[in-house]
């Protein structure tokens, strides 16, 4: 069973940086391309950010290209999401996921593998 924690959310104000981090346990991460996705409180959850097994693709939501990025340290079986210029309708609780399946990478079944998510709070 892979078990996956994220860790790093927080409040911070319009313009700022938080850095997300995600680590799992239990399985080969390397072998795992990764997903960020984020859930407002009243919304679905959506799909943000992802990153192939070795860090050599990754794609993102249009609402946070240019603003994210996303990375990985398969020595420490850990995927980053670096996220600045952040704006209030940037808060949401993030996941990080494994991607598991054959499907397109925005598709949230495709992932068997959850954390249980951090909150990120942007203030205006």
């Known amino acids: 069973q892979v078990h996956v924690v994220e860790s790093g959310g927080g409040l911070v104000q319009a313009g700022g940086s938080l850095r997300l981090s995600c680590t799992t346990s239990?399985?080969?991460?390397?072998?795992?391309?990764m997903g960020w996705f984020r859930q407002a409180q009243g919304k679905e959850r959506e799909f943000v950010a992802r990153?192939?097994?070795?860090?050599?693709?990754?794609s993102y939501a249009d609402s946070v290209k240019d603003r994210f990025l996303v990375s990985r340290d398969n020595a420490d079986d850990t995927v980053y999401l670096q996220m600045n210029s952040l704006k209030p309708e940037d808060t949401a609780v993030y996941y990080c996921?494994?991607?598991?399946?054959?499907?397109?990478?925005?598709?949230?079944?495709?992932?068997?593998?959850w954390g249980q998510g951090t909150q990120v709070t942007v203030s205006s």
């Open positions: 996921a494994a991607k598991t399946k054959l499907t397109d990478w925005s598709t949230i079944s495709g992932y068997s593998y």
């Open positions: 239990g399985g080969i991460f390397s072998s795992y391309g």
């Open positions: 990153i192939s097994w070795n860090g050599g693709s990754t």
